[in-house]
């Protein structure tokens, strides 16, 4: 009877944290490899569907999470596997502060290094873009195209662009008609969940693999379109980048994340400006032919150069490096504004 108890009162002041004002927690709160609070959703048997993805790696991976929430699947899997989080959230949902409690909750993982997040509305124009700059190994899209603005075929046809793996969860009792329509694109299904808001709904995670090569059209978030054809193949072995020529350059650990642009123009929240400011300090920007920010590649708190840039040298180095701290520290009317003016900086 004592044990009885002293379970009873565990369970209670587990479920009785506040995290800073947030009483309803959708997803378990996941701090250095602990749950230390339950959220209203089912998390643990979603988690185990998809490390059936997560287990196929034999290399480093980046996890874009669409819609992070609590960041249970990208702090989970990225304590378990070498792996980068790039977590995207809008900043409030049912009136809590979403984006701010996620970055709260990356500072107390102390113990996971590669975490990003994104602090951004995403919309369908935001998701094309992304898709012509970036590309992820594993794109996680959980139960969130009832909460998108637009046609949800388009954002499903997008979203199978940004990615190697696309899981994409609906629901059987909201909108059915997603469901229908992904089911029409025969995925296969990873997974079932159980839901919180209906006793008879389930949760049906749709597994889309496409291992071939992913055109990229720009080499960050504000650049022109190539002239060259570019693109990403990558299975779970390697990660190429390959040229219109034929070249191919092996993708590393050091492009596990995002570029630095891309980062800051998508409201860049996690790391903060000074972690930044650090993982800055700690290149050899002095070193480095190409210092400019477009070269750079934030992959959680640690910054790495990409190395294809490094080909070719600015004219005037320091202002480069100047020019890239200024790019770190500024808001994004700053940074509209610095690249469509870059060149009276770099001269």
């Known amino acids: ?113 590669n975490l990003i997040v994104l602090r951004k509305k995403i919309n369908l124009d935001d998701l094309k873009r992304l898709s012509e700059c970036e590309f992820f190994d594993v794109v996680l899209a959980l139960d969130m195209l009832p909460h998108l603005v637009g046609d949800f075929r388009e954002y499903i046809q997008v979203l199978k662009t940004l990615g190697t793996n696309v899981i994409i969860e609906s629901s059987t009792d909201i909108e059915p008609h997603i469901n229908e329509y992904i089911e029409s694109l025969n995925p296969e299904l990873l997974g ?29 978030w504000y650049a022109q379109p190539h002239k060259e054809t570019v693109s990403i193949e990558a299975d779970f072995f390697e990660k190429l980048r390959i040229t219109g020529d034929g070249r191919d350059e092996k993708i590393e650990n050091t492009g596990s994340g995002i570029n630095l642009m891309t980062f800051k123009a998508l409201g860049g929240y996690y790391p903060a400006q000074e972690a930044l400011i650090q993982g800055l300090s700690q290149i050899p920007l002095e070193k480095l032919k190409n210092p400019l920010p477009w070269n750079l590649m934030v992959c959680g708190k640690k910054i790495f150069p990409i190395r294809r840039c490094e080909s070719t040298e600015v004219n005037n180095h320091r202002s480069a490096v100047h020019y890239t701290y200024r790019i770190v520290k500024s808001d994004i009317k700053k940074l509209e504004k610095l690249w469509r003016h870059r060149d009276h900086f770099l001269r």
């Open 1 to 113: 009877m004592r044990y009885l108890i002293l379970a009873l009162c565990a369970i209670l002041q587990l479920n009785a944290i506040d995290y800073h004002g947030v009483h309803e927690i959708y997803q378990d709160v996941f701090i250095n490899n602990n749950c230390v609070k339950r959220g209203v959703r089912e998390c643990n048997d979603r988690y185990l569907a998809l490390q059936e993805v997560f287990d196929l790696y034999d290399r480093p991976f980046t996890i874009l999470d669409i819609g992070a929430a609590q960041g249970y699947f990208c702090f989970r899997a990225c304590y378990e596997y070498d792996a980068t989080g790039v977590m995207i959230e809008d900043g409030y949902v049912h009136g809590e502060r979403t984006a701010s409690l996620l970055k709260e909750l990356c500072e107390e993982n102390s113990e996971i290094d």
């Open 192 to 220: 079932v969940a159980s839901r919180h808001s209906s006793v008879e709904g389930l949760g049906l995670m749709w597994w889309f693999y496409s291992p071939h090569e992913h055109l990229i059209t720009r080499d960050h």
